[in-house]
């Protein structure tokens, strides 16, 4: 278990600490927080000892699509909506079960998921005559807000949302350092996304091959397109406002209903080229979108999360790439869940019910 380390940004005008500690089935667990974390651990599952994690599954190539896919069956039997008593992203109590967080508190925490599609030492898959097919290398970590185990990321409040930010960016660095072309950190939020825990958090995913869509979006920066220059046309009519030099717009080309987008002003890589204000203005942002969908579908959204950055810089393919956190409602009104139905699957065309302009409005008349 090693010491509290102080991270080198600051975010908020305070420093952030992390502490590693290796869990009893061998996976990482980091905590992340104001204060370094000192507790002593609490009781840990054994089920590694009985059931051996698996490790990754496999790639496959689709040879009309042009991408690849991860096919992990084990991902078949993770926890699905457990009951509060059972929740696994809860701090672990000395009278109570334990969770993946053996510790009775913490501010935030990334740990290594135990049902992950892609892992370091994923296996050689068995050979398919005339299929393109790899291991699936890469990390699937975990990302768990704040102890409590209802909320989002409008009302854990601005200084976990700055943690939260902190704790990314490390994972950016770690990851590319590990090796991962390409790192995802991402929010599934509501049952109409499909999501199997409640407790606020997200994902991180860091992907060996650079996944289609990035691989697109870093293409058309290097062929010269300016998402600078869009944000400076966009803003008057189409602009939620600036804050710490982020931007918040509905992206005159949205296939969401309500789709948002946070970048800064000035061209940034991807967190970790942003300066403090900067990241003090985007958790500000994922706290107000948040909120505003919420106001705005009469209940907790269920929404789509991403975090858009260049790839891993060592590759040198991230020229005038320009980092965006990209917010996807699957609700077009209260209620009423946008579905990608036979259209959007099979052609890639998407029919958006609710015109930019409409949703720009609706938007910010949720101040």
Not at 324 to 340: D, E, H, N
Not at 354 to 366: F, G, H, I, R, S
Request: with cysteine; charged share 20%; aromatic share 10%.
């Amino acid at each position: 278990m090693s010491k509290p380390v102080k991270l080198d940004r600051v975010i908020g005008g305070a420093p952030i600490y992390r502490r590693d500690f290796s869990k009893a089935d061998g996976r990482m667990l980091r905590l992340y927080g104001r204060t370094p974390h000192s507790e002593e651990p609490l009781h840990q599952s054994n089920d590694a000892m009985a059931h051996p994690l698996p490790l990754g599954g496999e790639l496959r190539f689709h040879p009309l699509r042009g991408e690849w896919n991860v096919y992990a069956a084990h991902r078949q039997n993770r926890t699905f909506k457990p009951s509060a008593a059972d929740d696994p992203l809860a701090p672990t109590q000395p009278d109570g079960p334990a969770t993946e967080i053996p510790f009775a508190d913490f501010e935030c925490a990334v740990f290594d998921n135990k049902f992950a599609a892609f892992h370091g030492d994923a296996a050689a898959p068995e050979p398919l005559n005339g299929i393109d097919i790899e291991p699936a290398k890469g990390a699937c970590e975990v990302v768990v807000y704040a102890p409590d185990a209802s909320g989002s990321l409008h009302t854990i409040g601005s200084d976990r949302r700055q943690i939260l930010l902190a704790a990314i960016t490390d994972r950016y660095s770690a990851l590319f350092d590990a090796g991962c072309a390409y790192v995802l950190p991402f929010e599934n939020r509501g049952d109409a996304v499909g999501v199997t825990l409640h407790h606020p958090h997200g994902q991180i995913y860091g992907f060996e091959r650079i996944p289609l869509v990035a691989r697109n979006e870093a293409e058309a920066f290097a062929g010269g397109y300016s998402l600078e220059r869009e944000i400076a046309d966009c803003m008057g009519e189409y602009g939620l406002g600036v804050k710490g030099g982020i931007a918040a717009f509905v992206p005159r080309f949205a296939r969401f209903p309500y789709e948002v987008w946070l970048a800064p002003v000035e061209r940034r890589a991807g967190p970790w080229e942003c300066s403090a204000e900067e990241l003090e203005g985007l958790a500000y942002w994922m706290g107000e979108i948040t909120r505003r969908y919420d106001a705005l579908f009469e209940g907790p959204a269920a929404t789509m999360m991403g975090f858009h950055a260049a790839p891993n810089p060592v590759l040198g393919l991230g020229q005038n790439h320009h980092f965006s956190v990209q917010f996807y409602p699957l609700f077009r009104a209260p209620g009423r869940i946008k579905y990608l139905a036979g259209v959007e699957q099979h052609s890639g065309v998407f029919t958006i019910d609710v015109m930019p302009e409409t949703a720009v409005k609706a938007l910010k008349e949720m101040v």
